[in-house]
């Protein structure tokens, strides 16, 4: 696979990065960000990642994940380039208009590497590099190192054999490629430990977040082949937890034979409620996602959307009824 060739000569030719990534970030997004931090390193680079803290505990072992800034304290100066990573637009680094207000003055060159679907931007500043049909976006920094004859260290292996893993549900998910396999055995040779991985990425919850987890199954709905169930400020406050303690959890509702979708609805002020769909087979989601200013892949998606949870869930069932999905 090669990179854009505008994106090759970006990184060849400029020396000061800045690496930012989607708000509440996931494996994916942190480990692309560190390898990527990597390899521009080993290109004798500057990078430096800026992303909302603190990180999710399971991802506080990827090498590297020290040396992510806190991205409230985050300035766009000194910098050449700006790439986003797992993310194509600024206004999904933050929910926060003061940390958007500052990215927006920066004024060189942006780069987007990213594999979720996305509407054309027209400015002549960026540099895309989209694949949708790959399963994650450290699927892409991995060609990209690959083709800048960069060694895969024991350290960028962790970080993408994490990104990998992450968004295939330990290659449970539909987008569990051949090339996921081929590009995961290379990772494992290099140094990637995948019981340890593992163990880390999906068997690290804390007490806390178990509690949250039963507060959803109890607020659990079934309509027809919808699952759907919210979690409210009041149980983050409850259990002492956050927006990121809930990564995976609409995957758990899945597991009910009958059901094709699922939604998970969280309200993560009292303005916003951010939704997260899954669906199952050939059903396509993305399209619902963006109807409502989100976006994602066929088969996971999301958006943020105002007022109540109720409302919101009303809004989305209408919404897949209206297009035959329900």
Request: proline share 2%; net charge neutral; charged share 30%.
């Amino acid at each position: 696979m090669i990179p854009p060739g505008e994106l090759i000569n970006a990184l060849k030719k400029l020396d000061r990065f800045l690496i930012l990534t989607h708000s509440t970030p996931d494996g994916d997004a942190l480990g692309s960000s560190l390898a990527l931090k990597l390899l521009l390193e080993k290109l004798n680079k500057k990078a430096e990642i800026f992303a909302e803290k603190p990180i999710p505990f399971q991802y506080t072992f990827l090498p590297m994940i020290d040396s992510i800034n806190d991205l409230r304290e985050i300035s766009v100066e000194n910098f050449d380039v700006l790439i986003l990573v797992d993310c194509n637009k600024i206004k999904r680094v933050s929910y926060d208009q003061d940390i958007l207000k500052r990215i927006e003055t920066f004024r060189g060159r942006i780069i987007v590497i990213d594999h979720h679907i996305t509407e054309e931007q027209n400015d002549n500043r960026i540099i895309e590099w989209i694949d949708a049909q790959k399963a994650a976006t450290g699927i892409l920094i991995y060609h990209l190192i690959k083709y800048m004859k960069i060694e895969i260290t024991e350290e960028i292996a962790a970080n993408l054999y994490t990104a990998i893993i992450v968004d295939t549900g330990n290659f449970q998910f539909d987008n569990t490629t051949e090339e996921v396999f081929t590009v995961a055995t290379e990772l494992v040779k290099a140094g990637a430990k995948p019981s340890f991985i593992y163990e880390r990425c999906f068997e690290s919850w804390s007490k806390n977040r178990f509690k949250l987890f039963i507060k959803m199954l109890n607020n659990l709905e079934i309509y027809k082949s919808l699952a759907i169930s919210h979690i409210s400020k009041a149980d983050f406050q409850n259990t002492n937890t956050t927006e990121a303690d809930t990564e995976r959890f609409v995957e758990f509702l899945r597991i009910l034979k009958d059901i094709k979708l699922t939604a998970l609805f969280r309200e993560v002020d009292f303005e916003f409620i951010k939704v997260s769909i899954r669906s199952k087979g050939d059903i396509d989601v993305s399209f619902i996602a963006r109807e409502f200013g989100g976006g994602g892949h066929k088969n996971a998606a999301g958006y943020r959307i105002k007022g109540s949870i109720r409302d919101a869930q009303a809004q989305l069932i209408e919404k897949l009824k209206k297009n035959k999905l329900l």
